[in-house]
């Protein structure tokens, strides 16, 4: 999730990924809980763009969705960006039976999201 402080922002399948929602978009009960988790911080960050503080891209040739802050509005936001993700996140794994490894940004939570590639 703090790769999202970082220029190149963070891939919203990673945080997927960190949430412990192994297997990407694709495959079984995770698989869905993983889709759900990326379409719920999707929704949120896209509340952040029409002031410009948040960018989004859709992804291609292997990435997933990826939300980027702006420079310089957006890292003024920062902290309120990644809350409102915390949030989405929780929520999708709570509706989904939220089978993660933890808590999210607990042990074995998400604060690297986006940085291992």
Do not use: H, W, Y
């Not at 763009?49 to 989004?56: E, Y």
């Not at 890292?75 to 309120?80: D, I, R």
Request: glycine letters at 22%; charged letters at 30%.
């Amino acid at each position: 999730m703090l790769g999202l402080r970082l220029q190149e922002g963070v891939e919203l399948e990673a945080l997927a990924r960190q949430a412990g929602m192994e297997g990407g978009r694709e495959g079984g009960r995770e698989g869905g809980q993983a889709e759900r988790v990326v379409r719920a911080c999707e929704a949120a960050a896209a509340r952040f763009v029409p002031s410009g503080t948040v960018r989004m891209e859709k992804g291609g040739e292997g990435r997933g969705p990826r939300v980027l802050l702006t420079d310089p509005r957006g890292f003024l936001v920062s902290n309120e960006v990644i809350a409102e993700l915390f949030v989405a996140v929780e929520s999708a794994m709570a509706s989904g039976g939220g089978r993660g490894r933890g808590r999210v940004g607990g042990e074995g939570g998400m604060e690297g999201a986006g940085r291992d590639r």
